[in-house]
């Protein structure tokens, strides 16, 4: 079962085209994969400052190697939407999102959809290791559901 | 009675020195001003298109001509934070906007406040025109209390 | 020959990781497609509010539709890099730009890349239609090399 | 003298009423602020992950405390700016910059114009300490002219 979060377009999200700008709609998609985060009980301060902030050899980081992004209809300020979160595990040391940006009064349109590729690894040395089990966690909450066989084939 | 905006402090609101940057405090005050509008039912794509989609003497915008802030505490990537938005009528064509931003279980530590100032123009000639009347009925609905003379008092 | 543009990286561009924040790479890569455009003649004012500014049926919007980026290494406040822009036609109404963001004083190594697709329509129906004069003009200055042929075969 | 760097809006900047965002001529402000430290020799990775990478009590770190800015003009994309930067010593642990936006071909003319005070802290303790001897050298090699002693008396 996938998270959903819902959110209203902001002026801030907004390009002198009228529109959302393109860049801000990965934006978007990571702030609903934040409040994934937070919903599984995640810390985010710990989550996302821990790249940085410790040096040890135990230091975790996970962060993003790869992204796109497909602009399907505009999206204007004011909008109500809803972004669908999905996490799948590719392997041991990584993970993809797809996400699904709907108007929350048609939930069957899709705006934009988008995928991101993360990779665990230790900052210091940049070398791979395994996600720690909070994600693992995480990933069996919100991941593709089983009667999405297809979905889950290619990434195993 | 102000109007009161949650929202949790999301990783691209941070910079490398690991707290929010203190542009983007701006951005959360102004995040919160939209929600107000959309609050007293104003239709923000229409509210922010105005300026730009229409060129007629009766189109109306109201850009911001004044900005400050104060930055008293560091915000990190998580802190759940509620947002105090307190307009008040300046003259028939104007208004402030005063925020407070304190952490949602610390109501009264303030970790920012901030003021923006409005002004209603024709975005064709640019020259003051007086606030229309939803933007009357917002200002009387989240404006600051009766029992605060003081801070009326400045702006009248 | 590809458009070579120079850049350091803001404070503004980084986040609570101490790195650029993986959204904003699209960002500087799209900076760099705006001085590419600039550096043609074309006026960017004209060129990005022609979407909003008139509703006639000879208006024009370029939009992004599909963007997606790796990121091999992360990059700091204060790097100095050198984003390539190389275009490419895809058809009478598109085109694909591919971007290469370095080190300025490791022009071979690769930090980041990037592609963004562009269709162009007439905003007021959202119909696909002929890309502008001073677009293909653009295109011919900057495109992929003819020694590279293969790059423009699974293009054309 | 004041420190002058030009640069051209981006598309990035604006919002979906057609010219700069508010919140973004700040930081505007804040690049061209780094343009000067770097004309100075002050490394800016060095400088800006200072409070965060450092833990030590001879960590340095000289956060904004306030900022303010006027809006007298509308900004659009692709419009050629220079800005002024020019800071003001106050104290030995604190400055003020003072900011002025103009367009490059009128630079008589101020499109907006901003100040934001910095002070020097331990960021562990968030006690305040003096400023390094590389800022002092900044601060003479861009303040206020001698010229101008009124602008200079109000912080002294």
């Known amino acids: 079962?996938?998270?959903?979060?819902?959110?209203?377009?902001?002026?801030?999200?907004?390009?002198?085209?009228?529109?959302?700008?393109?860049?801000?709609?990965?934006?978007?998609?990571?702030?609903?994969?934040?409040?994934?985060?937070?919903?599984?009980?995640?810390?985010?301060?710990?989550?996302?400052?821990?790249?940085?902030?410790s040096q040890s050899e135990e230091a975790t980081a996970i962060p993003i190697v790869h992204a796109e992004v497909?602009?399907?209809?505009?999206?204007?300020?004011?909008?109500?939407?809803?972004?669908?979160?999905?996490?799948?595990?590719?392997s041991e040391q990584a993970f993809n999102i797809?996400?699904?940006?709907?108007?929350?009064?048609?939930p069957e349109q899709v705006l934009s959809q988008a995928q991101t590729r993360h990779v665990c690894i230790n900052p210091l040395r940049r070398a791979k290791k395994r996600l720690p089990a909070e994600i693992i966690a995480w990933l069996h909450q919100w991941h593709a559901d089983a009667a999405e066989p297809g979905l889950l084939k290619s990434d195993s």
Chains 1, 2, 3, 4 share one sequence.
């Open 1 to 53: 079962m996938p998270f959903l979060y819902h959110r209203t377009v902001r002026f801030q999200d907004t390009d002198a085209a009228g529109v959302v700008y393109f860049v801000n709609v990965l934006g978007i998609c990571h702030e609903a994969y934040e409040a994934s985060l937070a919903a599984s009980g995640i810390s985010l301060k710990t989550f996302f400052s821990n790249a940085s902030a």
């Open 70 to 90: 497909d602009f399907f209809r505009p999206m204007f300020c004011g909008d109500r939407q809803v972004i669908q979160v999905q996490p799948q595990l590719i």
């Open 98 to 106: 797809c996400y699904q940006i709907s108007p929350t009064d048609q």
